[in-house]
């Protein structure tokens, strides 16, 4: 079933549903956001040769994340949902159109963004989480497939073509969420379409240098936050799941949007 389908198969202004799996669906004036519940656990995160290609310094050295429960969005915000938050004359995107990732959104709007969908489904939230742009490492696990990873180059595969619009197959321009092949988690679009903001200040030695990786996040402040997945406008070195890349706070970029995720209050 296509988005534009889910859309009208959902209804009321708030509400949510929790399904067998875990997962939880919201809806904002009538339009969903499917959260995907991701199991914790251990994984080795970052770059190494045997797995994921040439390696960039920034990548390494490899290191073992422990995360606890979370959920993660499907898809990248789409133009709709972001509407439906934002109010409906407010859609910055270049490329226009409702099933299609919102994009040229800097950080700190990302943030704006967040801050209303807690207050719109503060009674729907599971008890103790809330939402917030993932940390670098929990987009990471989750774009690995998590504890049912099968340690593919790509978000879910192996042959980019499968899973990614990229420079080679984008025509430049962004396309509608969940046209290409999930992950093995159920997610979407990891790889390519748009760049995602992380919650993370950007370090490029942050794996080389940190200590503590039971669920780390980069709180030091730098002068750019964390993007990741690659976009429309990028070619396949970048749509690595290991691909670390940054963005100024301030900055909207044509090919940068961002995914929501639930995380524990705590973080």
Not at 82 to 101: E, F, I, R
Not at 231 to 250: E, K, V
Request: proline content about 4%; some cysteine; glycine content about 8%.
């Amino acid at each position: 079933m296509g988005l534009f389908a889910l859309m009208l198969s959902f209804a009321g202004v708030l509400s949510a549903q929790t399904q067998g799996t875990g997962n939880h669906v919201f809806t904002v004036k009538h339009i969903p956001l499917k959260m995907v519940f991701v199991k914790g656990g251990e994984m080795q995160l970052g770059c190494k040769e045997d797995r994921d290609d040439s390696c960039a310094a920034r990548e390494t050295p490899v290191h073992t994340v422990t995360l606890p429960d979370y959920y993660i969005g499907e898809t990248e915000v789409t133009q709709a949902l972001w509407m439906a938050v934002m109010g409906h004359d407010n859609n910055p995107s270049y490329w226009k159109g409702n099933t299609l990732p919102v994009e040229r959104v800097s950080w700190e709007e990302c943030q704006r963004f967040v801050i209303r969908l807690n207050k719109y489904l503060a009674a729907e939230l599971p008890q103790g989480y809330r939402f917030a742009l993932p940390t670098e490492a929990q987009w990471e696990y989750a774009a690995r497939g998590g504890l049912k990873s099968a340690s593919t180059l790509y978000s879910g595969d192996n042959d980019i073509m499968k899973v990614s619009w990229f420079y080679g197959n984008s025509n430049q321009r962004t396309h509608d969420v969940r046209i290409k092949g999930a992950n093995e988690l159920g997610l979407f679009d990891m790889s390519g379409n748009v760049w995602e903001w992380c919650a993370d200040w950007f370090d490029e030695n942050y794996y080389a240098e940190n200590a503590d990786w039971n669920n780390p996040k980069n709180d030091q402040e730098t002068t750019y936050r964390v993007q990741r997945g690659g976009s429309w406008n990028y070619g396949p070195p970048y749509h690595r799941c290991a691909t670390r890349d940054r963005g100024s706070i301030h900055s909207r970029y044509e090919d940068c949007g961002f995914r929501v995720a639930l995380v524990p209050k705590s973080k």
